[in-house]
């Protein structure tokens, strides 16, 4: 302990004390009572100030509040952390690529994620972040000039112009040499870019794809950077504005790749700084389209998640046994395998769930699963399996179809022609999210989630759920669909 007297000092104190000992008894019982008189007073009058201090707080702050409002943070203070709720008023829009040529018999339709993109991109006023596993947006890799290539080129020159004035981040899978050319554009443009290496961090890939603009307004969905996504391959995702209680939330999902665009390992624990108090259990309360609606991103894998963040696995797990009714799945691969594993592994999380709650809880299943070029033959066997459990006597009801993309009118084009789509509806809740379903997409690879319950809805206004029903029940019902069937030829299909 550092002393405010030299230690010589202290010795020559001490004499003296000792010899003033007698004078030091007879003063004190002088002082004493006055002493004691002198307490009580102090006492009395620091209770008044801080009766005082305490009333003129409560008066300023009620006055602060009532005259302006909008000096509030989005995170309403002064409640528990699990009980927090967030004061904007958020609005989000579900948005569709539908590729050239596919048209529906339905009056279900959305906005393009082209129409989202620019608009995002038009709101921008300091900074774009965006998540995405590779850039290809123009046709260059095709050597083609295949037109509809026009709205990637599009959004790539109109991000490029961005990222002169503004902060853009870009954190991407670290890509082969072949896709470098767009992101070298932006670099020179502005744009600062950090490659994750998943494959040294992990064994997997960066596959989230979602956009942060203005810490406000968010896109997440399965559509790649890549002008294919935009108009020929069909995908979904949902774009939410004004939300910055929800964009905060994930922006700690992408600094965690924009951390790790930098660092040779995965911190475990991560900083708190990380940490989300939002997950599957206690979920963001918010107004979203004026609905109340509890929402929270789940995100993978595992060792990504920081304190609190539900991984993706259990979000898709817990949101299939909080089904009622029907759980309805699209998404383009689905295997109860470690698909890129060897050796080779058998991963059934995700299949023997959906079985369990088929035969213990009688719950109506719906697979949509693409069909083309690419499939893996050995997805099949298993989906045939899981159709399999169907039997209207006992009121099993497990149904799988697959979904086919006709050619592309012009000339072929690689990678196209698929429904891409990563999405889960059930009678409660909507999950979008940007993962294929096999087990090496959950343990091994980066993607994201967001999931959305407004089952408290009064408003007649579509909720979110019944907007992601009809999309799934309009491609179930569509002529792109086939039922799949011990029977079924798959090569007159795919």
Same mark, same amino acid.
């Given at each position: 302990?550092?002393?405010?007297?030299?230690?010589?000092?202290?010795?020559?104190?001490?004499?003296?004390?000792?010899?003033?000992?007698?004078?030091?008894?007879?003063?004190?019982?002088?002082?004493?009572?006055?002493?004691?008189?002198?307490?009580?007073?102090?006492?009395?009058?620091?209770?008044?100030?801080?009766?005082?201090?305490?009333?003129?707080?409560?008066?300023?702050?009620?006055?602060?509040?009532?005259?302006?409002?909008?000096?509030?943070?989005?995170?309403?203070?002064?409640?528990?952390?699990?009980?927090?709720?967030?004061?904007?008023?958020?609005?989000?829009?579900?948005?569709?690529?539908?590729?050239?040529?596919?048209?529906?018999?339905?009056?279900?339709? %959305?906005?393009? /994620?082209?129409? @989202?993109? *620019?608009?995002?991109? $038009?709101?921008?006023?300091?900074?774009?972040?965006? &998540?995405?596993?590779?850039?290809?947006?123009?046709?260059?890799?095709?050597?083609?000039?295949?037109?509809?290539?026009?709205?990637?080129?599009?959004?790539?020159?109109?991000?490029?112009?961005?990222?002169?004035?503004?902060?853009?981040?870009?954190?991407?899978?670290?890509?082969?040499?072949?896709?470098?050319?767009?992101?070298?554009?932006?670099?020179?443009?502005?744009?600062?870019?950090?490659?994750?290496?998943?494959?040294?961090?992990?064994?997997?890939?960066?596959?989230?794809?979602?956009?942060?603009?203005?810490?406000? %307004?968010?896109? /997440?969905?399965? @559509?790649? *950077?890549?002008?294919? $996504?935009?108009?020929?391959?069909?995908?979904?995702? &949902?774009?939410?504005?004004?939300?910055?209680?929800?964009?905060?939330?994930?922006?700690?999902?992408?600094?965690?790749?924009?951390?790790?665009?930098?660092?040779?390992?995965?911190?475990?624990?991560?900083?708190?700084?990380?940490?989300?108090?939002?997950?599957?259990?206690?979920?963001?309360?918010?107004?979203?389209?004026?609905?109340?609606?509890?929402?929270?991103?789940?995100?993978?894998?595992?060792?990504?998640?920081?304190?609190?963040?539900?991984?993706?696995?259990?979000?898709?797990?817990?949101?299939?046994?909080?089904?009622?009714?029907? /759980?309805?799945? @699209?998404? *383009?691969?689905?295997?109860?395998?470690?698909?890129?594993?060897?050796?080779?592994?058998?991963?059934?999380?995700?299949?023997?769930?959906?079985?369990?709650?088929?035969?213990?809880?009688?719950?109506?299943?719906?697979?949509?699963?693409?069909?083309?070029?690419?499939?893996?033959?050995?997805?099949?066997?298993?989906?045939?399996?899981?159709?399999?459990?169907?039997?209207?006597?006992?009121?099993?009801?497990?149904?799988?179809?697959?979904?086919?993309?006709?050619?592309?009118?012009?000339?072929?084009?690689?990678?196209?022609?698929?429904?891409?789509?990563?999405?889960?509806?059930?009678?409660?809740?909507?999950?979008?999210?940007?993962?294929?379903?096999?087990?090496?997409?959950?343990?091994?690879?980066?993607?994201?989630?967001?999931?959305?319950?407004?089952?408290?809805?009064?408003?007649?206004?579509?909720?979110?759920?019944?907007?992601?029903?009809?999309?799934?029940?309009?491609?179930?019902?569509?002529?792109?669909?086939?039922?799949?069937?011990?029977?079924?030829?798959?090569?007159?299909?795919?």
């Amino acid at each position: 302990m550092k002393t405010d007297v030299p230690y010589s000092q202290l010795q020559d104190l001490d004499r003296n004390r000792r010899g003033s000992s007698r004078q030091t008894r007879l003063l004190s019982r002088c002082l004493l009572p006055l002493v004691s008189v002198l307490l009580v007073a102090l006492a009395a009058l620091s209770f008044y100030f801080l009766l005082t201090l305490t009333a003129a707080a409560t008066s300023s702050s009620s006055s602060s509040s009532s005259s302006n409002p909008d000096r509030s943070s989005p995170i309403v203070s002064g409640l528990p952390e699990k009980e927090q709720t967030c004061s904007d008023s958020c609005r989000v829009v579900l948005v569709e690529s539908i590729p050239v040529g596919v048209e529906f018999n339905s009056s279900t339709a %959305h906005p393009s /994620i082209f129409q @989202a993109w *620019m608009s995002l991109m $038009s709101e921008a006023r300091s900074s774009v972040d965006i &998540a995405s596993f590779y850039w290809t947006l123009t046709n260059r890799d095709t050597g083609t000039q295949e037109p509809s290539a026009v709205q990637g080129e599009t959004v790539l020159q109109t991000l490029r112009e961005l990222s002169g004035k503004l902060k853009v981040r870009i954190a991407v899978n670290a890509p082969q040499e072949k896709q470098q050319e767009d992101l070298r554009l932006l670099n020179d443009s502005g744009a600062d870019i950090r490659e994750v290496n998943m494959k040294a961090l992990t064994s997997g890939v960066l596959h989230t794809k979602f956009w942060i603009v203005d810490g406000k %307004h968010i896109y /997440i969905g399965s @559509a790649n *950077m890549d002008w294919r $996504s935009l108009t020929q391959v069909k995908e979904l995702g &949902a774009v939410v504005y004004n939300c910055s209680c929800l964009a905060e939330d994930l922006g700690k999902i992408f600094e965690a790749y924009w951390f790790l665009g930098a660092s040779a390992s995965i911190p475990s624990p991560w900083p708190s700084s990380f940490s989300t108090q939002f997950n599957k259990d206690t979920p963001l309360q918010l107004a979203l389209n004026d609905t109340p609606s509890s929402i929270y991103l789940s995100s993978s894998p595992p060792s990504f998640c920081a304190a609190g963040r539900t991984p993706d696995l259990q979000s898709i797990l817990s949101v299939m046994e909080d089904a009622e009714s029907f /759980i309805y799945i @699209a998404v *383009m691969n689905y295997l109860p395998t470690m698909e890129f594993s060897k050796p080779q592994r058998y991963w059934g999380d995700i299949d023997t769930q959906l079985r369990r709650l088929a035969y213990e809880r009688r719950i109506k299943v719906r697979l949509l699963i693409s069909c083309w070029s690419n499939s893996q033959p050995v997805m099949f066997p298993f989906l045939k399996s899981l159709a399999s459990v169907h039997d209207p006597k006992s009121k099993l009801d497990v149904q799988v179809r697959l979904f086919v993309v006709p050619p592309n009118p012009g000339p072929e084009i690689k990678y196209a022609r698929v429904n891409h789509n990563k999405y889960m509806v059930t009678d409660k809740v909507a999950y979008i999210g940007t993962s294929n379903w096999s087990g090496d997409y959950f343990v091994h690879t980066a993607g994201s989630a967001l999931v959305v319950n407004q089952t408290g809805s009064q408003s007649e206004d579509p909720t979110v759920q019944s907007q992601l029903q009809a999309v799934f029940e309009r491609d179930w019902e569509s002529e792109y669909s086939t039922p799949l069937s011990q029977n079924t030829d798959l090569t007159a299909y795919c």
